[in-house]
């Protein structure tokens, strides 16, 4: 009897036995990735190292300066299930938290099955302090950075701005996105139940962030708040609404001022109310550049030794090209007859600049498909209009019409003499007429000075710059320049001992596919320095109000000279000693 | 006569042997013992390694905390400085225009 009852407890025990083996074989070999997957979810930790995106510095004279930087900030996440609505009442929405909440007590409590809530943004990193050693139930903080601007306003539509997925968009954040960004790195570690990460286990992954680059601009705040402001003083006095300024070095491509108005607060850049203020108008937006133009077509003409300042042709006020008829702005009697090229650019009169393309194609009576192609050729290779210039920032190429396909070619050439019928940038036409000034080097304008690395400024290197005309052509354009702005010079605002010169544009807008009589945009290009040396500065201003007349010499031209006087000071340019 | 017998001789000093040996309930408590002691060792050298990350994480918070802090003064520090806030100072607001002066001939 004994033996039959150890007899049935041993086969209960196989029975049981079997049981367990066939359900650890189910376990250990059937389900074993789950299973792993599971264990290893449980007591494994995998978190993003979230790569710092790079600040952006301006030059304080030979200083950079942060004007974009990073700060910690944390987003607050409730679960009203599990919170206490008693404990958050001060915690979270207290008065100190007034400007981060994004709910209200009353909308996060409402419905309390909702398991999450996100109550408040950015919030500083002392108050999240508190909030962490308060340890309040079912409050989550999750950290993150965001951008600051401690010069507020100054340059936005230069700098661009960073979106809420940590993109950059539009400006220097959009164009050097890859270089400021970094790269996310890793960490995969075990972790125990307070998820504090172990060194124990074979399988521990560290793979460190790899920060975005400190970029460092060209561009110096001192430089950029004065001409921002100028610009703003002007607009208001002239009764305009949008105002565009650039100042560069001309010998080493450095911008040194990029300004657009009106702007906006990139801390706020959602509050616009519209996209258009975000476009940066110096490097993304093409426009008809007008007689500025000119200067590169007298510039062609002495270059290829064809004519001078002295070249005289008679001037009868129009031309008729292709049939169109096509008339000097200044009808004055006393510019009819004989007049010199250097008169032309004077009186920026379009029949000098027609002249000129003539004699670019060998025939002084008529336009040739053998001048046309050489325009282009200085327009576009020479002097970089229609063309990418190499800017680190978004551009927009323009257009330049083909000198051999297509209908009305003369017509079209004709017109590109005085930069009508052609899109281009401000940058592309201050870059040209850097060339102009510079001895004749093409050098790439840029806005990148370097990067900082350990604190310290480590800069780009820069390229000598191709020579694409001669020094006496650009001597030339210099004296014809500096001239033709002696003529419109107002009321003696350049000071003595400085050699200044420049060139207005004033350009017919195209309103529904026709050029609007009542729509002009003024603009001025120019150069600056000592007497006798090279130009320390070249400035380009724009200026205009849609549906309204703006000319260049009323509106453009004081803007200049009111940059080019600070820029004299600023840069402690001597006068020549007589 | 049994062969340990013939060792008991008169006068002589003679030693018994006997072969001693552990039996198997004392051999399992001692490799239990044993097993008690390694495995012991093995968890507090675990612990220790884990305090030590407890530590490790607690001075990676520490110098989280105080970059954090480094990078509010760098911001903080950027605000006083920048021209807008010069521009609004109470300095600049009490400057006099410059006026043009003469100069001795």
Redesign the interface.
Known sequence: MAEDRIKFLKLGLYFVAGVIMVRLFFVQIIQNKMWVAKAEEQHTMENKILAKRGEIYMMDGSEP???V????VYTVVVDPMAADEEELRGLIFGEDMKENLVASEEEVFRDRTRRYFLVARNV??QKA?QIREAEPAGVWLKEGTKR?Y???E?GARLLGFVNAEGEGQYGVEGALNKELKGTDGLLKTVA?VNR?????GNDNVKIPAKDGEDVVLTID??VQ?NVERILKEKMEEFGKDQASAVVMNPNTGEILAMANLPGYDPANYAEVESADVFINRVTEDPYEPASVCKAFTFATGVDLGVLGPETTYYNNGYEVIDGWKINNASQYDSLLGPTSIQKALNWSLNTGSIYALKLIGGDANRITEEGRKKLYEYYTEKFGLGKETGVELYENLGLIGDPVEGDGRDSLYANMTFGQNMLVTMMQVISGYNTLVNGGKKVTPSVVEGEMVGGELVKKERGEGEQVISEETSRVMREMLWGTRTTYRANGTDPAGYYIGGKTGTAQVIRDGKYSMDEWVATYVGFGGTEGELPEYTVMVRIWKDGETTSAETYALPIFSEISNYMINYLKLRPKQE | MRESSSAWVRNRNTVRYTPKSLGSVSQTVILGVLVLVVGLIYVTQ?TK??G???E??KVESEIA?LE??K??L??ER??L????SNNQSTVAANMEVAEVSGYAE
């Open positions: 300066v942060a004007v930087m990073n700060e910690k500083g990193t302090k600051v401690p010069e507020g100054l125990d504090v990460a172990l060194s124990i705040r001192n708040n | 675990g390694a884990t030590f990350d407890y490790l994480s905390e954090a802090k990078e509010d760098a911001v950027a605000r400085t920048s021209i807008a």
